[in-house]
């Protein structure tokens, strides 16, 4: 049963920073595209960032470019997501996902494995 787990998300202040990770089981992913996704209150999800296989190739929403970074380590089959300079608007519920046999989407449709979500609050 493939599985992915977040962790690493809570409360912070505005300007400060979290990691998150996303370790993946049941599958590897080091031939797919894997993602993060977040979804305020109300809102519909939305794509923040994505990595192809090996990391050779990142993109950013454009809310989070020069902010945010995601980066892989395939031998631990993790994803991670550095936030840093956090803003109030930051604030939603953040998701790991993989995408098979693409090389990157933007789009959630696109992604075949979830993980639970995780709550990232960032107070003014």
């Known amino acids: 049963q493939v599985q992915l787990v977040e962790s690493g998300g809570g409360l912070v202040q505005a300007g400060g920073s979290l990691r998150l990770s996303c370790a993946a089981s049941?599958?590897?992913?080091?031939?797919?595209?894997m993602g993060w996704f977040r979804q305020g209150p109300g809102k519909e999800r939305h794509f923040v960032a994505a990595?192809?296989?090996?990391?050779?190739?990142?993109w950013y929403a454009d809310s989070v470019k020069g902010r945010f970074t995601i980066s892989r380590d395939d031998a631990k089959n993790t994803v991670y997501l550095e936030m840093n300079s956090l803003k109030p608007e930051d604030t939603a519920v953040y998701y790991c996902?993989?995408?098979?046999?693409?090389?990157?989407?933007?789009?959630?449709?696109?992604?075949?494995?979830w993980g639970q979500g995780i709550q990232v609050t960032v107070s003014s």
């Open positions: 049941g599958r590897t992913f080091s031939r797919d595209a």
């Open positions: 990595s192809s296989w090996s990391g050779g190739n990142t």
């Open positions: 996902a993989a995408t098979l046999g693409r090389i990157f989407s933007n789009q959630a449709r696109d992604y075949d494995y």
